[in-house]
């Protein structure tokens, strides 16, 4: 007969409540110890809660609980904490913290258990001036901002502040965006530290993530975790230091439920271990850096290239795309950059072709003068409709019929849409047929995925390159001399707030790639706006300029940092059927009179799935409490994210 009733939070994403279950034990358990319970026909593993008096209604028993394994106290803290700051389902929430799969006893766990590792200090660079300077202001707690521009060595900066960890016997985790990108990290990591170096990421096995786990949750010794998201819920014990590389990147934002942010995560889990948060990009995202400011965090340079073959000057040539005497031999490629790619092919250099196409939609551009169709209400760009010939922002639902014509120049020059990679690489083939070309996008399979074809690249050889915005990020190409971005304003045609940090960041992070070996760097920059202010600011390094009109924007139409977001989306058999459950929504948020502004409801971006239509409204706040009441009346049948990276 059970002597003991325990609280706990299931881990099972059928659960749909956000309160914890009560089941009864025939042993005593311990706050965190990991447990099996049955969830009608389903067996879920479960984390105990706490220890409570026998209800008054039948509960089921525990079926079995891991004597020797539980989760440490401060990821119980942050799972809580996640269940407010982030409300919705805990069966959903409490799966980041445990393993898929099976935990069932009796558990071998000395497979698990390995020699410690001495530190190789030998493989380590020597440091540079700026370097030193860097980690001497980072203390062993608190917030830190690394702006490090490409190739100043930020990861060297890493491999320092972890080993400083590891010599206090603190453990280190080092996040990283793109599974693609974990390869390079761990294998530079490995080679200073050896087998205390873990990789933890959603593409692994189930079984390499359950032993992975089981590794982290029963080591004694310190580790360094790599990897993505997930990693901030490793089971380590004590954590001494939290890198987010490439801080800017939007991969940090949980895409499904629960919609987490992998900074606002490690800056609580920092906290709560009291470790050092490290943030580092050479292009920091506008609201870290605004926080970082008005929070007195610390904002760190590294300007000077770590290692000086790095520091080859690059020649950058910005071309009007609506100066067509550029364009002779190729639609979309310029006689300019299709000689610098002749000369590469000749010095057997590579190229890489960027066509910023994140989210692009159907712009209206007039290729005269550069004119482009904006929201008088949000300051973004209008998106294209063919089928009623309209023009309409996603945000607000606003909508004019579309021109005929420029209203500044009165050209009858106006575009609807925007050029693909595919496009590109036909042209590529046609101008350089014994080239070898290769194409990465959304569209690849996975044998041609830039991850699987990596090594041949680094080798030099593949003599083009043509891609997407995968190829802006944190790539070492040690043979790329040339790169050419097709239409560099293409993702300011975006319909959202994020856009002209989103190109700021594209343009910069890509112009990266090159000049890292001992290849004289060319950059080529097409456009219709080559006197963008944000294009200006990205070719010249220029932060704190783009920054402060940045912010001032930011500021004029109301959006991050200077209020919170939240987007409530639903899905319906029609478009009227869609749009009257906003309207009905909208009614029942201005019944609690919440201090909020709603805006929509409008079609989303992308407004068809399947057969079904989706609607959103966005809704802006000063204070992010009025958003959790607002997800908390929400009827069934709506989703919501909050602290959206875009509004698409």
């Known amino acids: 007969m059970a002597n003991y009733y325990y609280k706990v939070w299931v881990a099972s994403g059928r659960y749909h409540s956000s309160d914890p279950l009560t089941y009864c ?30 209800p008054h209604f039948k509960v089921k028993s525990i079926d079995w609980s891991l004597d020797s394994l539980s989760i440490p106290k401060p990821l119980l803290q942050l799972r809580e904490w996640m269940q407010q700051y982030y409300p919705g389902s805990s069966g959903v929430t409490t799966q980041l913290f445990l ?211 790095l520091g080859r000057k690059i020649e950058p040539v910005v071309l009007d795309l609506k100066d067509r005497s550029h364009f002779t031999k190729a639609a979309h490629l310029s006689d300019e950059l299709l000689s610098a790619m002749e000369q590469a092919l000749e010095r057997k250099e590579q190229t890489l072709l960027f066509l910023n196409r ?13 004119w482009q169709a904006l929201c008088p209400h949000c300051d973004t760009p209008l998106t294209y409709h063919g089928d009623v010939h309209a023009m309409r922002c996603h945000s607000c639902n606003y909508s004019r019929p579309s021109v005929v014509s420029c209203p500044v120049c009165k050209s009858a020059d106006i575009v609807f849409r925007s050029v693909g990679t595919k496009a590109i690489a036909d042209e590529v083939h046609r101008l350089f047929p014994d080239a070898t070309i290769m194409r990465f996008d959304t ?22 390159i043509i891609g997407t915005q995968t190829l802006a990020k944190g790539l070492d190409l040690p043979n790329l001399s040339v790169v050419g971005v097709i239409t560099a304003d293409t993702s300011l045609y975006i319909p959202d707030f994020m856009a002209q940090e989103r190109t700021y960041q594209l343009v910069s992070q890509v112009i990266g790639r090159t000049s890292r070996g001992k290849q004289y760097g060319k950059v080529i920059i097409q456009t219709y706006t080559p006197t963008s202010s944000v294009l200006r ?34 899905r319906r058999r029609s478009p ?5 459950a906003s309207r009905s929504l909208i009614k029942i948020l201005q019944s609690l009179a919440l201090k909020i502004d709603v805006n929509g409801p409008a079609p989303s971006f992308h407004e068809k799935h399947g057969n079904q239509f989706e609607w959103q409204l ?24 909050i602290d959206p990276v875009n509004l698409l």
Not at 450 to 464: A, L, T
Not at 576 to 580: L, R
């Open 358 to 370: 994140r989210g692009t939609a159907h712009v209206v551009l007039c290729q005269n003068c550069g």
């Open 443 to 464: 569209d690849n399979k996975k044998v041609e995925r830039f991850e699987e074809n990596y090594e041949q690249i680094v080798q030099g050889k593949v003599d083009i």
């Open 99 to 309: 393993p898929s799969g099976s935990l069932k006893p009796p558990l071998d766990l000395s497979q698990h258990q390995y020699k410690e590792s001495k530190i190789n200090k030998n493989k380590l660079p020597t440091l540079s001036s700026e370097q030193v300077l860097v980690l001497k202001a980072i203390k062993d707690m608190g917030t830190y901002v690394i702006h490090g521009e490409t190739g100043t060595g930020k990861t060297r900066v890493y491999q320092e502040l972890a080993m400083r960890a590891i010599n206090n016997r603190r453990s280190a985790i080092i996040l990283t965006p793109e599974i693609s990108l974990t390869a390079q990290l761990y294998k530079n990591f490995r080679a200073v530290f050896g087998e205390r170096v873990v990789i933890v990421h959603s593409q692994l096995t189930p079984a390499t993530r359950r032993q992975t786990w089981l590794r982290i949750a029963t080591t004694t010794e310190p580790l360094i975790i790599i990897g993505t998201r997930s990693a901030l819920f490793s089971p380590l014990k004590d954590i001494g230091l939290i890198v987010v590389d490439e801080a800017h990147e939007p991969a940090y934002k949980q895409d499904k439920s629960p919609y987490y942010h992998a900074i606002r995560v490690a800056s609580k889990l920092s906290s709560l271990h009291q470790a050092a948060l490290v943030l580092g990009s050479a292009t920091p995202p506008v609201l870290d850096y605004f926080i970082a400011q008005h929070k007195k965090i610390p904002i760190l340079r590294l300007e000077l290239p770590a290692i000086k073959k």
């Open 537 to 570: 600011a990205a070719l010249q390094k220029d932060w704190l300029t783009f920054y402060s009109e940045e912010i001032q924007e930011r500021q004029e139409f109301m959006f991050p940092p200077f209020c919170y977001l939240l987007k409530l989306s639903c």
């Open 576 to 580: 009227s059927a869609a749009q009257q």
């Open 25 to 54: 034990a025939s042993q005593k358990l311990i706050v965190g110890s990991i447990v099996s319970v049955s969830l009608k026909q389903w067996q879920c593993l479960a984390i105990v809660q706490q220890e409570v008096a026998q």
């Open 618 to 641: 966005i809704i802006k706040a000063k204070k992010r409490s009025e958003l959790l009441k607002a997800i908390a009346v929400l009827p069934s049948g709506w989703s919501y994210d």
